[in-house]
């Protein structure tokens, strides 16, 4: 039996179901494959979505039409705004989601695109006629073709639990099998291949915590939502509890560090560097007194407890051991034993900018495939990779954010040129133009490319156009409407800021410290019509407050668009442009940027190097 698609997504994980929803909402005909359907969109890890920089990406997911934002929403039980100290350009919304309700709101989502149907099987091959991947075999000997294909494997290629010394136990997650014939059917395209292992902490019952010797941390009270275009109900908010480890938690993890996966040898993959295991923290910062832990709710119908700051590989018995010298969990009950898991990825300078594989036309890899970790930076590539599956079944150009567009556009240009040496993960300072990239202006900057590509379902750019609209209406208003001293002076006095002596426009006074857009409307004898909802009011506030940082950030990024318009065809013979450094032609032959501005950014690759790479391709040009 064979089948046909326009596009096919391998994997239901977080980039498979942004992949799928995305080529779907594109308009073209479109297949998820998937071993469980019961477990599309699981959190496989800590069920919380955003924090600094991820909250942005999660925000952009949803402002390019994607599932993230939606069920972040409709299945959060905590949120906080992260870094609400500092500047807006590093604030960073974070969620955490009831773990069984999160796949939930996902699969609605997917089972409402009429253009997206779901398949339960395990993929086992590739399907190859004439050097090119037109389709997959499934284990029950089912073919499925297709002009695109986009693999979201996660940690199943060739995955590799393990808890202890012992040898691990071959699984793409703890309870499911990894895929083997997929990993060794892509290993005969040819393709560089290569290891990396991640972990998870252990669950913990929470009715046997001493919740007296934490501290309660609450969450924000704020009318926050990750959707711009849906309005999910929000569930009610449960607190999280602060502990510490300390010495006895440290000798006991010393005197078995040998029984560890990691350091007994069993796994050769490198881990985060970001998100290290209790036995990395006990060796890299053995004078650390102390390590903050997080006791997590894993949902609102459980009392498990998801035990942030601990993964671990040790054996079951010593997790055990070494919880209960923590505060608070001296009686714990352990309801699931940390691990750690290996797996293939593929080292992302095979990739274009739009996650299509150089050497394999049709072919996208999406997520942690592409060395990355976390459940944002995997549904930002997965959007990517469905839209420009679909793009090219469309026979349209590829979609392509860049630096100063999205922080998606940092994590896949910092992949394709860069590569990977650990699992990747997002920071603000991986970005040039954070004060453009705010969370608050996601769906202005996002929303109209996804438009006018026709990426949106009908009711998303409805919803579009009302946010803008009324963006651009209280904008206005603060722009034509002016506050005299008698109006503001009460105010200024209570922020702490000088009197005014003459009528002033609400903009003006917007941009001083404490001063906020809601007093400001409120002291107006016309305020705007309508009620004003928080977050629009807040992302027109960031704008208004900081537009001459912005505009600054602005002009900044389009000197440097002047590089980027400086364009490098893809078969440029680098090895022959002598002028050029040896390491810097390697670089360059090995990345094959498609630009100046990306040939800047790949390490080894100085700014003569780019001087005399632009002079070469000059040359070049000039005698074809």
């Not at 393709?191 to 919740?211: I, M, Q």
């Amino acid at each position: 039996m064979r089948s046909r698609y326009d596009v096919l997504v391998v994997g239901g994980g977080h980039a498979g179901a942004e992949a799928a929803a995305a080529a779907a909402r594109a308009g073209v005909r479109t297949l998820l494959i998937s071993p469980d359907l019961s477990r599309i969109g699981q959190m496989s890890c800590n069920p919380a979505i955003g924090g600094v920089a991820k909250g942005v990406v999660a925000r952009e997911v949803d402002a390019l039409g994607g599932v993230m934002g939606q069920a972040t929403d409709a299945s959060r039980i905590q949120f906080r705004m992260l870094n609400r100290s500092k500047g807006p350009a590093v604030w960073g919304p974070r969620a955490q989601c009831d773990r069984s309700m999160y796949p939930t709101v996902v699969r609605r989502v997917l089972d409402s695109l009429p253009m997206l149907d779901l398949f339960q099987e395990m993929v086992a091959d590739l399907l190859v006629d004439s050097g090119r991947v037109v389709g997959v075999r499934t284990r029950g000997g089912l073919e499925f073709v297709s002009e695109c294909i986009v693999i979201t494997t996660g940690t199943f290629l060739r995955g590799r639990i393990h808890v202890g010394g012992e040898a691990g136990v071959e699984a793409g997650r703890a309870g499911e099998a990894p895929s083997v014939e997929l990993a060794e059917g892509l290993d005969r395209l040819g393709l560089e291949v290569a290891r990396f292992k991640t972990g998870t902490p252990p669950r913990v019952d929470g009715r046997t915590v001493d919740y007296g010797k934490t501290e309660r941390q609450d969450g924000d009270a704020l009318a926050y939502r990750f959707a711009a275009y849906a309005q999910e109900v929000v569930p009610d908010q449960l607190p999280c509890w602060i502990t510490y480890s300390g010495d006895g938690l440290k000798d006991v993890v010393t005197r078995n560090l040998q029984r560890s996966a990691l350091y007994g040898g069993e796994i050769a993959g490198r881990g985060p560097r970001y998100c290290p295991s209790i036995e990395d923290k006990i060796v890299r910062f053995p004078d650390a007194p102390r390590h903050q832990i997080f006791l997590e709710p894993e949902g609102l119908n459980t009392s498990e407890l998801y035990v942030n700051g601990l993964s671990t590989s040790l054996p079951a018995e010593v997790q055990l051991e070494f919880m209960r010298t923590i505060p608070g969990l001296e009686d714990v009950v352990m309801t699931k034993v940390g691990y750690a898991i290996e797996y293939d990825y593929f080292p992302p300078h095979q990739l274009n900018h739009s996650l299509e594989l150089r050497k394999h036309p049709g072919l996208f890899l999406a997520g942690q495939i592409n060395g990355t970790t976390g459940y944002e930076e995997a549904a930002g590539q997965g959007i990517v990779a469905g839209i420009n599956a679909a793009m090219r079944v469309r026979n349209e150009g590829p979609f392509v954010l860049e630096r100063d567009q999205a922080y998606i556009g940092v994590l896949i240009d910092d992949l394709v040129t860069r590569g990977v040496d650990e699992p990747y993960r997002l920071f603000t300072s991986r970005a040039e133009f954070r004060l453009l990239l705010r969370q608050d202006n996601a769906p202005r900057r996002l929303g109209a490319l996804a438009r006018d590509r026709g990426l949106l379902t009908g009711a998303q750019s409805e919803a579009l156009n009302r946010r803008i609209a009324e963006e651009d209406r209280i904008m206005v208003w603060f722009g034509e409407t002016s506050l005299g001293p008698r109006d503001v002076a009460g105010m200024l006095e209570d922020v702490g800021s000088s009197p005014i002596h003459q009528k002033m426009r609400a903009v003006e006074l917007l941009k001083r410290p404490r001063v906020s857009a809601r007093s400001l409307i409120g002291l107006a004898e016309e305020p705007p019509e309508g009620e004003l909802a928080d977050e629009i009011l807040a992302a027109v506030e960031v704008e208004l407050k900081y537009a001459g940082y912005v505009e600054r950030e602005r002009a900044r990024a389009e000197r440097l668009r002047g590089q980027a318009a400086f364009l490098l065809p893809d078969d440029l013979p680098y090895m022959e442009f002598v002028t050029v450094s040896w390491e810097a032609r390697e670089k360059l032959s090995t990345v094959r940027p498609g630009s100046l501005a990306q040939a800047g950014r790949i390490p080894g690759v100085s700014p003569a190097d780019l001087q005399n790479l632009m002079l070469e391709v000059r040359k070049l040009r000039a005698g074809a």
